[in-house]
């Protein structure tokens, strides 16, 4: 009696791990890149928190994000460094932060959520996918 495999069950086993494979790691990668976004949200949060703190000390809004204070808020990239901050407005009345992927990092690849903001009210939107889909 032989004992093991025939090169035609080898190859058929092979084929099923490549489609199953096909199918698993898009999906996969999408999942990855909608809980990475937690790191844009949570930046974002700790911008909007330095805004109000650098508004109590300052009487304005800090225009730029990435300086430390007093010029700005010394918060330049999200924890991870997946996605670069900017404020795009501020003035004495309100503000509006902004997260987009920082280039090489794995959420440069996110086509659907390429753009978070936040601004003094915590209206949160984003940009091209609506924010119900794009914010954790």
Request: net charge positive; glycine share 8%; charged share 20%.
């Amino acid at each position: 009696m032989k004992r093991g495999f025939t090169l035609v069950e080898v190859l058929a086993c092979m084929a099923i791990v490549a489609i199953l494979a096909a199918l698993a790691i898009p999906s996969w990668q999408s999942l990855l890149q909608r809980t990475r976004r937690v790191d844009a949200a949570a930046a974002l949060h700790a911008v909007a928190t330095a805004q109000e703190r650098f508004r109590l000390v300052h009487g304005r809004y800090a225009d730029t994000a990435a300086p430390a204070p007093p010029v700005g808020l010394g918060l330049g990239t999200s924890e991870r460094g997946w996605y670069r901050l900017r404020i795009e407005r501020a003035d004495e009345s309100g503000f509006i932060a902004s997260a987009r992927p920082a280039a090489g990092s794995p959420q440069a690849r996110d086509r659907d959520c390429r753009l978070l903001t936040i601004d003094q009210a915590g209206v949160r939107n984003s940009g091209p996918g609506p924010p119900e889909r794009c914010w954790p």
